[in-house]
């Protein structure tokens, strides 16, 4: 089985920081790669698919990069609503697997 | 518009059983595969299981694997999960998802609570 590991587990950060999350893949998953957000008590939301891509109506200030092991998603400018979690999956075989989720909260 | 209901959820005692349902509307169901996914109180999400469109291909997680099933009805547009042999561990609110054609969960339904409690 794939496992993801998701850093950091929690960050504190303020309106207009740069904010980056990473997950590594136990092996390579090519860019089968999806990053979601998720607030309490809500669904989770894609934002980013096959590592890089950018879900329609999803601001620019996200983005995903990575292939094989090595992913990443970096905001570029926190903005208010951003506070979260953020939860990378993998979908390059089964068992699917997310990460364990990075809180972001407010600094 | 995608809308994907849950329902089904509820208390039962443990070794008792459940049978979640979820209502898809708003795109052709039969052409999609499908997820369900769960969430503890307080943790993170878990991949549970998934059902090709025509049903040919089913996967479970090893933590539900003979205990859960999946099941879709494509002429009903509905997605079911049958829970057998419950335990207080498999407490958490359940959601159903749609897999993209890039095979990750594009759109969530706003999932139903199982609470396995004597």
């Known amino acids: 089985d794939i496992q993801m590991t998701q850093s950091p587990s929690s960050l504190s950060a303020s309106v207009g920081d740069r904010v980056t999350i990473t997950c590594r893949a136990s092996q390579g998953i090519r860019n089968d790669l999806g990053w979601y957000q998720q607030k309490p008590g809500k669904a989770p939301k894609r934002l980013i698919y096959a590592a890089s891509s950018l879900e329609s109506g999803v601001p620019s200030r996200f983005s995903g990069s990575g292939s094989g092991t090595e992913f990443t998603l970096t905001i570029s400018s926190l903005q208010p609503e951003d506070f979260a979690t953020y939860y990378c999956l993998h979908h390059n075989s089964y068992p699917r697997t997310f990460g364990q989720g990075t809180k972001v909260e407010i600094k | 518009e995608v809308q994907l209901v849950e329902s089904g959820g509820g208390l039962v005692k443990p070794g008792g059983s459940l049978r979640l349902s979820c209502a898809a509307s708003g795109f052709i169901f039969s052409a999609y595969s499908m997820n369900w996914v769960r969430q503890a109180p307080g943790k993170g999400l878990e991949w549970l299981s998934s059902?090709?469109?025509?049903?040919?291909?089913?996967y479970y997680a090893d933590s539900v694997e003979g205990r859960f099933t999946i099941s879709r009805d494509n002429a009903e547009n509905s997605l079911y999960l049958q829970m057998n042999s419950l335990r207080a561990e498999d407490t958490a609110v359940y959601f159903c998802a749609r897999l993209s054609g890039s095979s990750d969960p594009d759109s969530w339904g706003q999932g139903t609570l199982v609470t396995v409690s004597a």
């Open positions: 059902i090709s469109s025509g049903s040919g291909y089913i």
